[in-house]
């Protein structure tokens, strides 16, 4: 399994992004995927995750409308839109995949990306 993360950058606040994770070796039917992000100085966070058992989920304070997450079957891809950007959203953002169900701790999954970094400028 490989992944592929892609879409950083350097964005102005207010502004939206599209992140997207490339999976080569499995089939989205049979894997979960989640997106994580890092921030300068803080332990790597789950914020939202997508699989056949599960659907979409968006956890925790990451529910409140701003990260969207959605997949297409047909590219192997996972995307994760994430709207009014803050600098508080700087971070290395990572797509990870594991087994056939969702959850929001990064020690269950088995296979990560390289991570692609985003900055938000103020």
């Known amino acids: 399994v490989q992944l592929q993360a892609s879409g950083g950058g350097l964005v102005q606040t207010g502004g939206s992004l599209t992140l997207s994770c490339a999976a080569s070796g499995v089939s989205l039917h049979d894997t979960a995927i989640g997106w994580f992000r890092q921030r300068p100085g803080m332990e790597r966070d789950g914020i939202a995750c997508v699989s056949d058992e599960d659907g979409t989920i968006v956890y925790g304070n990451y529910k409140w409308g701003r990260f969207t997450i959605s997949r297409d079957i047909a590219k192997n891809m996972v995307s994760l839109q994430i709207d009014k950007l803050s600098p508080a959203d700087t971070a290395i953002y990572f797509c990870?995949?594991?087994?056939?169900?969702?959850?929001?701790?990064?020690?269950?999954?088995?296979?990560w990306g390289q991570g692609t970094l985003v900055t938000v400028s103020s």
């Open positions: 990870a995949s594991q087994g056939l169900y969702c959850n929001q701790y990064r020690q269950t999954y088995e296979h």
